[in-house]
């Protein structure tokens, strides 16, 4: 279906060629899984087999890509638009049309199709991908899983052969994600669709792909052959690896299966390993409050008041807490984006926020350095008010990586962004670029912060926020776009930090992420808190924000490879 | 059981709208336009203010939840301003009515003798600024017809009205109309994340510094949306004979110079005889021309919306008021424009006000947007 002949991708100004000689076939029907580090061309591939490579990018390619015997150097991409549907890394830059109906029907009215197939196609892909309920609501109004949705359902419609998907769930919390990839397993199983994806989060696809391409080796085979060998795996690889299972289970049902060995040998012994020490010298966490949400009115009003109450009598004997929420409620217009929000975050202490997409974890965030002013309740960073606090003096008390780290970067080179840094934070010239080459070794002062991996533009912006050296640090999303490597080098960080007294929150969907990292997790649905406890008990008891690790070897609390690999 | 299905009450009432009984964009512009129409044709405060109500009615009856249905507010404010600002420069500039009710004096600034007739301050008299408010109010009200219009017509539906061969421009519109909300949040957000960085997030070295962050947003956004719309097929044309292209091209641009020779003929003193016939003729060729120009897109409409008993209400309900109003011009002028020299109090004729309300039939007729909060 897909062929690439000697193909290598160039593109202007770079020295050398982002792809060099790949040569594939993708046979019809199969899903194929991209893996690869960052920076080694996966999304240059996935636009070379849609023809925007090179007609949009521009560049030069040599080779011969040809997708369902059309060859892409003679076809522009709109006329490859019937034997191909691609989604971008960003669903709301896909968007043509304002509403669900009308952008599952574009694509079609394109490619002229009569208008009664055209109904009979939007009403089947509205069942296929359970958009039914939204047909007639504006893009604007949906959320990150639904955009998904419609964009995966808006290059469905023309029934393409080959579906070509870059990072398709690295906005969407686990649930969402799931759905996206159910469906695409679907569409593989029942349409014979051929869907060729990209994707870091290996721990959510690699079980549904039939093959898997390692770039930048360029070779393809079965998902077990090459996760064997890949510098990129998720948790349920690396643990087989570390166990020695053969053949190397991909699923965590395979890799339970196979576990009782392992859990035999773990038995008795004390699941802590390597943050142990931090975990017990961090303050005792708080019990899981709001007991579920269930009972309404009166008991849960009591129910608060007698929280309340305890709290103040405890807070007495332990030493003040480094961020202190207070029945904090946020109402944005009519709609209240947090509700009676209680949380304390000490020195030294790392938290996980965790939650669906709109829970609220962003707007908790922004309250907690004063982007947003509380509608009621009580915000304190080290005793002061956020929202009231001057700009400059309040960077010196808490710091905050947004979800966009491009936000934070106004400069047009690293070295001048460092130098606005200390100026804003009132340190001694050098104070951040330090930081810079101490975290991010190897950029050059003269580099523009666009021309930055995501990853490296993260990096950039965390140390342009460490500048001040807030004790508290907040971020918001850190490992979208990250791959494996990446992830590790700002885990080791993070720990560091931590273990220096910062106190971090993280909102995130990366379950492993909040595993390997956070003392604490807390879990927010609908603008409140659920549940609030230590990581290993909030999340082992939860199926969506378990880890893998969690899931292989409960009921042992374990996590992580890393507290696996410590213990044996 | 078999459930009665003859003609009760209950057939008439407007059905809960969905997409199928959708309203075309085009009756509620007509209709809106109608009431625009009406509104430049009388300067009574109290029939202009029936006329805003009218609209509001039908707005607050009629209109979804959807982002642009939320600008209906947002054209109220600008009428309000325009009344504000017609006020102010007549405070200002004087006005050239006569009156004798002198209310106050403005210091007078001295311009010299070249120019004369210009005059910055001095006496302000009650007449000129009752006529300043009238003045104010009609265009205001034209304002708030077209925010009506806009609030209940969805403005990307109203293309799909458009023949074929203007529609991909018409897309390339609108997408581009969708660039000025995105922007204002890209500001919004960046500004916010200034005090990130410990900045202060007003002032204009704020807006300044993250100009060209905005700017790059928008920039890589558009490619994206570029990109994303050839993937899709935009742009995709059918082969035509070249003699289908040739008539196409002669058929349109004669028609054009036909069009402007005709208005010309009309507009002029002496070629009154040739100029209807040379219109018509270029309209013809030229509309032929598009139709033509039409087979070059493959495209084809999903679910168009269709022009309806319930379009003819509301459409017709629009227009009836415009030509009502012109027609009340001619029975009852001074009730329509009430004197401003002498001052008398306006007072709401019967008849003229009774064809406004015609303009309420929308609220009625018109399917009604599903209750949810």
Redesign the interface.
């Known amino acids: 279906m897909i062929r690439f002949e000697n193909v290598s991708v160039r593109y202007e100004d770079d020295t050398e060629p982002t792809l060099r000689g790949v040569d594939l076939t993708v046979p019809e029907g199969e899903l194929v899984l991209l893996v690869g580090p960052s920076g080694v061309g996966k999304s240059t591939l996935l636009g070379a087999v849609s023809g925007l490579v090179p007609h949009f990018t521009g560049g030069t390619l040599t080779g011969r890509v040809t997708v369902d015997g059309r060859d892409t150097r003679t076809h522009p991409p709109r006329e490859l638009a019937d034997v191909v549907g691609t989604v971008g890394q960003d669903p709301s830059a896909h968007f043509v049309t304002d509403t669900v109906e009308d952008e599952l029907a574009y694509g079609m009215e394109s490619l002229g199709l009569a208008p009664a197939v055209m109904r009979r196609r939007v009403e089947e892909t509205l069942d296929l991908l359970g958009l039914a309920e939204l047909r007639d609501r504006p893009i604007a109004t949906l959320s990150g899983g639904q955009r998904q949705r419609v964009a995966i359902g808006s290059v469905l419609t023309p029934h393409p052969k080959v579906l070509v998907l870059d990072e398709p769930t690295s906005a969407l919390d686990p649930s969402a994600a799931e759905d996206v990839l159910a469906v695409l397993q679907r569409l593989v199983h029942d349409l014979g669709t051929t869907v060729l994806l990209a994707e870091h989060r290996l721990e959510r696809v690699v079980q549904y792909a039939d093959q898997v391409l390692l770039l930048p080796e360029g070779v393809m085979g079965s998902p077990a052959e090459i996760m064997a060998v890949s510098p990129v795996h998720p948790p349920v690889v690396a643990l087989g690896r570390l166990a020695g299972w053969e053949p190397l289970p991909l699923t965590v049902r395979d890799a339970r299966r196979r576990a009782g060995e392992l859990k035999g040998r773990l038995e008795g012994r004390d699941p802590a390993g390597l943050l142990a020490g931090l975990r017990d010298s961090a303050p005792p966490a708080f019990e899981a409050r709001g007991s579920g949400g269930g009972a309404p009115g009166f008991g849960k009003g009591r129910g608060g008041g007698l929280n309340l109450f305890k709290r103040r009598r405890t807070e007495s004997d332990t030493p003040t807490p480094l961020l202190h929420v207070e029945a904090l409620a946020v109402r944005r217009g009519r709609v209240e984006a947090l509700r009676r929000i209680d949380l304390q975050v000490h020195a030294g202490e790392t938290v996980a926020l965790m939650g669906r997409n709109g829970a609220g974890k962003s707007t908790l965030l922004s309250t907690l350095v004063g982007m947003i002013a509380p509608t009621s309740g009580t915000v304190r960073v080290a005793g002061r008010v956020p929202h009231t606090t001057a700009p400059g003096e309040l960077i010196r008390q808490v710091g905050l990586v947004p979800q966009e780290p491009r936000d934070l970067l106004y400069a047009d080179s690293v070295a001048a962004e460092c130098a606005a840094a200390d100026a804003d934070a009132g340190t001694a010239p050098g104070t951040c670029r330090a930081l810079v080459s101490e975290l991010l070794p190897g950029v050059a002062d003269g580099t523009h912060p666009r021309d930055l991996s995501e990853g490296q533009r993260l990096t950039l912006a965390l140390a342009v926020v460490l500048t001040g050296s807030p004790p508290l640090l907040l971020l918001d999303e850190p490992t979208r776009g990250l791959d494996y490597a990446a992830k590790a080098r700002l885990v080791t960080h993070l720990r560091s930090l931590a273990a220096d007294g910062h106190a971090i929150v993280l909102a995130t969907h990366d379950v492993e992420l909040a595993a390997e990292l956070a003392h604490r997790v807390v879990i927010i649905a609908d603008g409140e808190v659920v549940a609030d406890g230590p990581t290993a008990e909030v999340v082992v008891s939860s199926p969506a924000f378990s880890p893998q690790v969690a899931k292989i070897l409960a009921p042992q609390h374990w996590l992580t490879v890393e507290q696996v690999e410590e213990a044996l | 059981m078999i459930q009665k299905t003859g003609p009760g009450l209950s057939t008439f009432a407007a059905p809960e709208a969905?997409?199928a009984n959708a309203l075309h964009a085009g009756a509620w512009w007509l209709w809106a336009l109608g009431l625009a129409v009406a509104a430049s044709r009388t300067t009574n405060p109290l029939l202009l203010g029936l006329l805003v109500g009218v609209a509001g009615y039908v707005v607050a009856a009629r209109r979804t939840d959807?982002?642009?249905a939320r600008s209906y507010g947002a054209f109220v404010k600008l009428g309000l301003f325009v009344v504000f600002l017609r006020v102010v420069f007549s405070l200002l500039l004087g006005s050239p009515i006569p009156g004798t009710h002198e209310l106050f004096t403005l210091p007078e600034v001295p311009l010299p003798d070249w120019a004369q007739g210009v005059r910055i301050g001095g006496r302000v008299t009650a007449e000129q600024l009752v006529f300043a408010l009238y003045d104010g109010a009609k265009l205001a009200t034209l304002l708030i017809c077209v925010g009506a219009a806009n609030a209940l017509a969805?403005p990307?539906r109203l293309l799909k009205s458009l023949p074929g061969a203007l529609y991909e421009v018409g897309?390339a519109v609108v997408?581009a109309m969708?660039f000025a909300p995105n922007m204002v949040a890209d500001v919004a957000?960046?500004r916010?994340?200034?005090?990130?960085?410990?900045?202060?997030?007003g002032g204009v070295r704020a807006v300044l510094?993250?100009g060209?962050?905005v700017l790059?947003g928008a920039l890589e956004?558009s490619i994206?949306?570029?990109?994303?719309?050839?993937?899709?097929?935009?742009?995709?044309t059918?082969l035509v004979p070249a003699s289908v292209r040739r008539t196409t091209n002669v058929l349109t641009l004669g028609g054009l110079l036909g069009v402007c020779a005709g208005s010309y003929g009309l507009l002029a003193a002496e070629g009154a005889g040739y100029g209807l016939p040379l219109l018509g003729a270029g309209l013809l060729a030229a509309m032929a021309g598009l139709r033509l120009g039409g087979r070059r897109t493959?495209?084809?409409?999903?679910?168009p919306d269709r022009w309806g008993p319930r379009a003819w209400l509301v459409a017709g309900s629009g227009v009836a008021v415009a030509v009502l109003m012109i027609w009340a011009n001619a029975y009852a002028p001074e009730a329509l424009h009430p004197g401003v020299v002498p001052l008398e109090a306006p007072e709401l004729p019967l008849w003229p006000a009774v064809s406004i309300l015609v303009g309420l039939l929308p609220a009625f007729v018109a399917p009604a947007p599903k209750e949810n909060a």
């Open positions: 969905s997409r959807a982002p642009w969805n990307a897309v997408v969708t957000r960046l916010t994340a200034r005090r990130l960085r410990g900045r202060p997030t510094q993250i060209l962050p790059e956004r994206a949306v570029a990109a994303s719309m050839d993937a899709r097929g935009y742009g995709r059918a493959v495209r084809t409409r999903y679910r």
